[in-house]
């Protein structure tokens, strides 16, 4: 029953409005892209919850916002703002939810990518499987294009899963990606 009332709060938490054309009006736990991390948080207590591993080149800082922020759906909630943004301004979301199994997860995922449907119509939508950086992982990618090509702003629903070796917990990511920050990602982040 949890995980069928998770599936079903996770879907509503995504929308703020019955039909979504815009990246903004996609929110994680009360959050959206352009808002500041300053109507939730001291600027102390946000910076002293800066992720452990930041990408090489530090463009963005990501912060781990359930450490100042109450969540409820997620396990994890990670915000990205760009370096030595003073108004600390989201640039990017991502929440994950952890699993035992990769069955778990597709299932989650299959629900979560069903209710986007019903409230925004994407323009394409990419399914791919890859190594992470390290190697220790498969990620089984399935990336919600919300606007004609080249834009990347997308949606993405990932099942991060992990090796036995490795010291991260397997997850279903859900992250949020207006065009700049996916550009960043795909072209800069691990140069």
Known sequence: MKKLLRITVL???????VYADDINDFQIEGISIGDSLL???SKENI????YDNQNSNDKYI???ADKFIQIKQYDYLGVTIKKNDIKYIVSSLSGKIYYKNLNECYKTRK????????????????????KS??????????????????SLESIVLNCNHYSDKSKFKNNLSVSIHPQEYAFYIINEAYE
């Open 133 to 150: 950086q390290d190697g220790k992982a498969t990620i089984y990618a399935l990336q919600l294009y919300l606007k004609p090509y080249p």
């Open 47 to 50: 910076d002293d919850n800066k």
């Open 11 to 17: 879907s509503m938490l995504l929308s703020i409005q």
């Open 39 to 41: 109507n939730f948080a």
């Open 62 to 64: 990501i912060y781990k």
């Open 111 to 130: 629900q979560i990518k069903r209710d986007l449907e019903k409230i925004i119509k994407f323009n394409d939508i990419e399914k791919k499987k890859y």
